[in-house]
């Protein structure tokens, strides 16, 4: 498998506010070019032995594989919960003019 030419890292949150918040710290950092937020997501899953049935926000976060590290580590120290998902995706493929954006904004956050 080549390189990846992107990461999509999905993370979610449970309120609006704190989704906006974790969005406009990290793109404002330069260390992903874009978040999409999607509210009304409905996560279930075990936590604490226990299964939950909570809404949240979907935050489909999008950076380059040399910034992947710094994103996640700041989502984690942002984020509310103690165990936040976070989950990377190589991307191996897409718009040749989105990913060149992505990468200069990403890549020109860390050379400033």
């Known amino acids: 498998m080549s390189e990846p030419k992107a990461v999509v890292i999905l993370s979610t949150a449970p309120s609006a506010e704190e989704a906006a918040s974790l969005a ?42 040399a910034r992947q590290a710094e994103a996640l580590a700041r989502l984690g120290a942002l984020h509310s919960y103690d165990t936040p998902e976070a989950i990377a995706l190589p991307v191996v493929g897409g718009a040749e003019p989105y990913l060149k954006w992505l990468t200069d904004v990403t890549q020109g956050a860390a050379n400033s």
Do not use: F, M
């Open 24 to 65: 406009q710290a990290l793109v404002s950092e330069g260390l992903v070019a874009c978040v999409n937020l999607v509210p009304g997501v409905r996560s279930i899953y075990l936590w604490e032995g226990k299964v939950q049935d909570e809404a949240e926000h979907l935050l489909v976060i999008k950076t380059t594989p």
